[in-house]
């Protein structure tokens, strides 16, 4: 319900904002409603009101609302709310698609070639691949500590340790996996819903294979993969199985 009026909030301070004069209770239900929301006068009227209480709008006379900086603020707000659960609907529904035993395939498959993928960077990186590489890990830091997604930082270190490995075939292997283009956001979005992280196992890679332990390096990927695995098994035994017991329920 808090969620419905969040957006109701939003198309109604995005109407005001898009107009080019102060508009009111009866233009916001007929614009709504060309969007595919039919509400009542009265209940525009409402709400308006209720913008009005908050500072997020100002009446002018009888013509109207306009919005106010508070009330532009909001909206862009409520803005990037929209996207980021639209964007979350979305890999729901990716996640659906692929399943479970998929996802698992997948990082089984990238275990088996990143783990040799690794111990290979460890044993032929250059200086400057290293450089790179921490590079990469420098950004993935700053973009936990801002909050940003990290789905590209993560596909650009393991191409980076996939390059510094210098075997074609492995390489091509894993660029046929990454094929499946949702994959790294599907993984982040299942780490951030149990609560994961990959900064510090990607730290612990990079380690290993600054120190050329190809041993260690191998063993790290291994655990980061395993990680992930663990990751989604959770994932759907919390998810999943909440749904099947709500849906029982019913």
């Given at each position: 319900m808090l969620l419905e009026k969040q957006h109701l909030f939003y198309m109604i301070l995005k109407t005001i904002a898009n107009s080019h004069v102060p508009v009111g209770s009866g233009y916001i239900r007929d614009s709504l409603k060309m969007q595919g929301l039919d509400i009542s006068e009265a209940t525009a009227g409402r709400i308006l009101r209720e913008l009005d209480i908050k500072g997020y709008t100002e009446k002018v006379g009888f013509k109207g609302r306009y919005l106010t900086a508070s009330g532009y603020k909001k909206m862009k707000e409520l803005e990037q709310e929209h996207r980021i659960n639209h964007y979350g609907n979305e890999l729901v529904n990716a996640i659906k698609v692929t399943g479970k035993q998929e996802l698992l395939d997948i990082l089984t498959a990238r275990k088996a070639i990143e783990s040799q993928l690794a111990k290979l960077a460890a044993q032929f990186i250059t200086p400057e691949e290293i450089h790179k590489m921490e590079?990469?890990?420098?950004?993935?830091?700053?973009?936990?500590d801002k909050g940003i997604s990290?789905?590209?930082?993560?596909?650009?270190?393991?191409?980076?340790?996939?390059?510094?490995?210098?075997?074609?075939?492995?390489?091509?292997?894993?660029?046929?996996?990454?094929?499946?283009?949702q994959i790294s956001p599907i993984l982040e979005y299942i780490?951030?819903?149990?609560?994961?992280?990959?900064?510090?196992d990607?730290?612990?890679?990079?380690?290993?294979?600054?120190s050329k332990d190809t041993e260690m390096a191998e063993k790290a990927m291994i655990r980061h993969i395993e990680n992930l695995a663990n990751d989604v098994k959770k994932y759907w035994e919390i998810v999943y199985n909440n749904e099947e017991n709500f849906n029982g329920d019913n």
């Open positions: 590079e990469i890990i420098q950004n993935q830091q700053e973009h936990v990290i789905a590209d930082d993560d596909i650009k270190f393991h191409k980076a340790i996939a390059q510094a490995a210098k075997n074609r075939v492995l390489d091509a292997a894993m660029d046929l996996i990454r094929q499946h283009g780490r951030k819903e149990v609560k994961s992280t990959v900064l510090l990607h730290k612990n890679i990079f380690q290993a294979i600054v």
